[in-house]
Every structure is written in C-alpha cells, then in structure tokens.
Nanobody, 124 residues
Framework: HVQLVESGGGSVQAGGSLTLSCKAT????????MAWFRQTPGKQREGVAA????????YYRDSVKGRFTISQDNAKNTLYLQMNSLNTEDTALYYC??????????????????WGQGTQVTVS
C-alpha cells in the first residue's frame, strides 16, 4: 500500500498562507484518488479536497473554494495543498489520504486505503 507523510503545518495568523505537502512512497500508478481531510478535537473528520491522479479532476468543499488549491507532482510523488486566506475555522489536524477508487468517486469522503500521520495547522 501507499505510505504517506505530511509536512508543512504550523501556526499562522488569520489571513496568512501555508502549503502542506504529502510525500508518497510505494506509489506505482497514476490511477489513485488523493485527498486531504482535516479533523478538529470533538468533531467528525471532514473532507477538504481531492484530486484524481490520472486526469487531474479536483473537488473542494464549499468552505475552501477559492482559497485552497490541491495539486500533485507525479514525478516527485508528492501531493500539495496550498492554503490562502486562512481563518480560525481552518484550524485542524490535516491528513492526506490515497485510494484506488475510480475517478467518479474521487471525493474526500469515506474510508480511504492509506493515511498519513497528520500535520497540525493552527490559525489565530
């Protein structure tokens, strides 16, 4: 299975920006659905964005549209989440995830096959 390691989290003031990275190992196909999730203590995990590695189709939850951009560099086996105009509601532990689901179901929901350890984003 794909192993994922996130990095790039930290503390930032409201209005600031951060870019998260997710390095994948054991990635042998471009037919993966890659996604970002986030979780706040006491709340359910929620999907943030997803991208189909084969066709580049993307999905964003409404609250981050226009502010976040999901992208990937297949040559580097790395997934990114560029986050701009951050607000306090974006504070969460962010996870990247990978799954072999078909592109029509490449949405940040349900149980993905592989998960990273998470990287904390704190916006004040």
């Amino acid at each position: 299975h794909v192993q994922l390691v996130e990095s790039g989290g930290g503390s930032v003031q409201a209005g600031g920006s951060l870019t998260l990275s997710c390095k994948a190992t054991g990635y042998t196909s471009d037919h993966y659905c890659m996604a970002w999730f986030r979780q706040t203590p006491g709340k359910q995990r929620e999907g943030v964005a997803a991208i189909n590695s084969s066709g580049g189709r993307t999905y964003y939850r409404d609250s981050v549209k226009g502010r976040f951009t999901i992208s990937q560099d297949n040559a580097k086996n790395t997934l990114y989440l560029q986050m701009n105009s951050l607000n306090t509601e974006d504070t969460a532990l962010y996870y990247c995830a990978a799954d072999s689901r078909r592109w029509q179901q490449c949405l940040p929901r349900g149980n993905f096959a592989s998960w990273g350890q998470g990287t904390q984003v704190t916006v004040s």
